[in-house]
């Protein structure tokens, strides 16, 4: 079957429901402080590579202060007592991008959203356009796709592509294109069918 109609089934379906739900939790998100925008930042650099069930869960564990205030070695150390697997550079990572917590609100206001997503891609180490895409749309911002393997498995059946892959950068947004293409078509913003994509390959809506 083909995407539109899988999508169009579970807009009429309770489904639609919980995912209009989450994406209200998204909008909320966004007008939150800088520290709990920082600490969803985390939350994608953790999922890198990852799943979001083991992102969720390290997030739940080490807790926003850890993100914030946890030199790098106490925040490596924490890490691996979770058993997250990149211990080592997900620590140096959030250590690092603290500098970009002052200027998440504004961010948030900035009207060029892929200027945004541009900007967190080349100023933040372990973010690439899949982490900065899951970012956005988690505070509320429905321009982009997050193109996980689930995503372009589907993308892959959909239009007879083998092998996609989400790098380079032109690679990544030539992927996404298929997606906001369908979008257009569906009158329904990209982060929004990636919803729908998402809880149709693997039955789950979460973040």
């Not at 990572?93 to 959203?113: H, N």
Request: hydrophobic share 40%.
């Amino acid at each position: 079957m083909a995407i539109i109609d899988q999508v169009n089934f579970l807009v009429n379906s309770e489904a639609s429901g919980l995912i209009n739900a989450r994406a209200e939790d998204f909008r909320r998100m966004g007008k939150s402080s800088k520290e709990i925008l920082f600490g969803e930042l985390c939350f994608c650099l953790l999922t890198a590579n990852t799943s979001a069930e083991l992102g969720i869960r390290t997030q739940e564990m080490i807790g926003l202060d850890g993100f914030l205030y946890y030199d790098e070695e106490k925040l490596r150390d924490e890490l691996k007592r979770v058993k997250y697997r990149f211990y080592n550079v997900r620590s140096r990572f959030i250590s690092q991008a603290r500098w970009i917590i002052d200027e998440l609100p504004g961010l948030m206001r900035e009207k060029d959203r892929s200027g945004i997503r541009e900007y967190l891609v080349e100023n933040v180490k372990g973010i690439g356009y899949k982490e900065a895409s899951h970012f956005l749309r988690n505070v509320g911002i429905f321009d982009f796709v997050i193109l996980d393997k689930h995503i372009l498995r589907m993308l892959g059946e959909e239009f007879g592509l083998e092998k996609l892959k989400n790098t380079p950068r032109k690679e990544y947004l030539k992927n996404e294109e298929l997606v906001i293409d369908l979008s257009g078509k569906m009158k329904m913003e990209p982060g929004i069918l990636d919803l729908y994509m998402w809880k149709i390959a693997t039955g789950k809506i979460l973040k």
